[in-house]
C-alpha cells in the first residue's frame, strides 16, 4: 500500500480516517487498555519486546503499530543506559582499569545496532528526524573518547579527565534522546502539531542566533577597543601582570573572546556596564570622560538586541505558531501518514536486535550462494541431472518453449511471414512446428 504524502493539499479527509487507522493497527481491532498494557509489558518485559518485535512465525511483527512500539522500546532502553552509563554511573568512572562495565558493553551494542540501521535504512532529517543523528553522533564521539584511553597513548594521570569528558559527551546523547522523544509522539493528534511547531521554531531560533552573533561579535570589537590603555603602567604593575602587559598585545585588557561571553549574557541580563569595563587594579589607565563612550555603547547595544532583535524573534516565532496551529489537522495528518509509510517499508528490527537479525539473513545468503554452486556440480551425474531437471522445472522459464512462442507471435504481427517461420521451424527441428505439419498434412 503507498500512500502519496504531499503538503500541498488537504489529504486524509474524514471519510479515510477509518481506512488509516485500520492500516496503523492492522486489522487488530484492540482496545486502546490493551495496546498500552502491551505497550508496557514491552517496557517491564524485554521478553515480550523481543517475541514480538523478531519474525517468530506471527503476524504481529508487521503490524505498524506494534512495529512504533517496538522501535520507542528500543528508544526508552538506549536513554537507560545512557544514564547509567554518563549521567548516574552505577560503579565509580575512574578507576584502574578501564575495562568497560556491564552496562558499558550493552551501550556499546546498543549504538552499535543504531549505526547499522542508519547505514541500511537513513531516517527522514526532516523535522525533528535530526535528533536521532545527533543521538547517535554524541554517543560514538563518547566511545571513540573510551576507546583512545583504552589504547595505552594516555598517562593515568588524564584518565579522569578524559572519562569526565566521556560522560559530558553520553549526557548530551541522553539530552537529544529525551527531544526525539517528540518526534516518536509525532502520530498523537495533540503532541505531533507540536513536534511539528518545535522543529520550525528551532529553525526561526538558529536565524535569529546567526543574525545576534554578527551583532555581538561587532560591538565585543568595539567594547576591546575602548578597554585600550591611555599611558603606560608602572613598573610594579609590569612585575605583577607581565601576562596582560607584555610586548606583544600589551594594551590588550580585554580579550575578544571575554568581550563576546559578556555582551551575549547581557542579553539575558546576566551581565551589566561594570562586566565590560576592565582595568588595572591599583592605577587609572584611562581617564575618567571614557566611561561615558562605554555607556554609549553599551546602551546602543543594549536597544539593538533587546529591543530590536528580541522583538524579532518573538514576531517570527508568533507567525509560525499561528501558522502550523491553523493547518494543525493537516499537520497531524501528514505526520501520521509519514510514520505508517516509514513502518511499512521499514523491514529491520530495533536496536540491538538487528545486529542479530542482520547477521542470519546474510549467513542464509551464504547458505543460498553454497547450494546453487552445489547444485551446478550435481549436474554431471546422472542422479544429478534428474535433480536438477526435478528442480528446474519449477521455474518459468522452462515452464514452456518462450523461443517459439515469440517466433509465432512475430508471424502473427507480421513481422516475419508464416511460411518462412515454419522453414525456420524445420531447419531448428522444433517439434511444435512438426506437429503442426503433420496436423495440416493429415487435414
Known amino acids: 500500500m503507498l500512500l502519496r504524502i504531499s503538503k500541498q493539499f488537504t489529504f486524509l479527509p474524514l471519510p479515510a480516517l477509518p481506512y488509516v487507522s485500520e492500516l496503523w493497527q492492522g486489522n487488530l481491532n484492540w482496545a486502546a487498555w490493551r495496546t498500552m498494557l502491551l505497550f508496557f509489558g514491552f517496557i517491564f518485559c524485554p521478553p515480550i519486546w523481543v517475541t514480538f518485535t523478531l519474525p517468530l512465525g506471527h503476524k504481529y511483527y508487521k503490524v505498524p503499530i506494534i512495529k512504533f512500539m517496538s522501535y520507542l522500546t528500543s528508544h526508552i532502553y538506549l536513554m537507560v543506559f545512557l544514564l547509567l552509563t554518563g549521567v ?208 554609549i555603547m553599551f546602551m546602543v547595544y543594549m536597544l539593538v538586541s533587546v529591543v530590536v532583535l528580541i522583538n524579532l524573534l518573538i514576531a517570527m516565532m508568533s507567525d509560525t505558531y499561528q501558522r502550523i496551529q491553523a493547518q494543525s489537522d493537516i499537520e497531524w495528518k501528514y505526520g501520521l501518514a509519514k510514520l505508517i509509510r516509514n513502518m511499512h517499508r521499514t523491514t529491520t528490527t530495533p536496536s540491538p536486535l538487528n545486529l542479530l537479525t542482520s547477521w542470519i539473513m546474510y549467513l542464509l545468503r551464504l547458505c543460498r550462494q553454497k547450494d546453487s554452486v552445489a547444485l551446478s556440480v550435481v549436474h554431471l551425474s546422472p542422479l544429478g541431472s534428474q535433480l536438477s531437471f526435478s528442480n528446474s522445472m519449477n521455474r518459468i522459464e522452462n515452464v514452456t518453449d518462450w523461443d517459439s512462442i515469440a517466433k509465432k507471435y512475430k508471424a502473427l504481427m507480421g513481422e516475419v511471414t508464416e511460411t518462412s517461420q515454419q522453414s525456420a521451424d524445420e531447419e531448428d527441428g522444433n517439434p511444435l512446428a512438426e506437429s503442426n505439419n503433420n496436423v495440416t498434412g493429415s487435414r
Not at 520550525?200 to 535569529?208: Q, S, V
Open 88 to 295: 548516574t554511573p552505577v560503579y565509580p568512572t575512574v578507576r584502574p582499569k578501564l575495562l568497560p562495565y556491564w552496562y558499558e558493553w550493552v551501550l556499546l551494542v546498543w549504538l552499535s545496532g543504531l549505526l547499522l540501521f542508519e547505514l541500511t535504512n537513513p531516517s527522514d532529517k526532516t523535522g525533528l528526524g535530526w535528533i536521532k543523528l545527533c543521538v547517535l553522533l554524541f554517543g560514538v564521539f563518547g566511545v571513540g573518547v573510551h576507546s583512545f584511553a583504552m589504547t595505552g597513548l594516555l598517562e593515568k594521570k588524564y584518565w579522569p579527565t578524559v572519562m569526565y569528558m566521556r560522560n559530558q559527551l553520553f549526557s548530551m546523547s541522553f539530552l537529544f534522546a529525551c527531544v526525539q522523544i517528540l518526534d516518536f509522539l509525532s502520530f498523537h493528534h495533540l503532541f505531533g502539531p507540536w513536534a511539528i511547531i518545535i522543529g520550525n521554531l528551532m529553525k526561526d531560533l538558529a536565524r535569529f542566533l546567526a543574525v545576534l552573533a554578527i551583532f555581538v561579535f561587532g560591538f565585543s570589537m568595539n567594547m576591546v577597543s575602548l578597554n585600550q590603555p591611555f599611558t603606560a603602567p608602572s613598573k610594579t604593575v609590569l612585575k605583577k601582570e607581565k601576562s596582560k602587559f607584555s610586548d606583544t598585545f600589551g594594551e590588550v585588557l580585554f580579550t575578544p573572546i571575554e568581550a563576546f561571553e559578556q555582551l551575549f549574557f547581557a542579553v539575558f541580563g546576566m551581565s551589566g556596564i561594570d562586566k565590560v569595563q576592565k582595568g588595572t587594579p591599583g592605577q587609572q589607565v584611562r581617564p575618567g570622560w571614557t566611561e561615558y563612550l562605554f555607556k
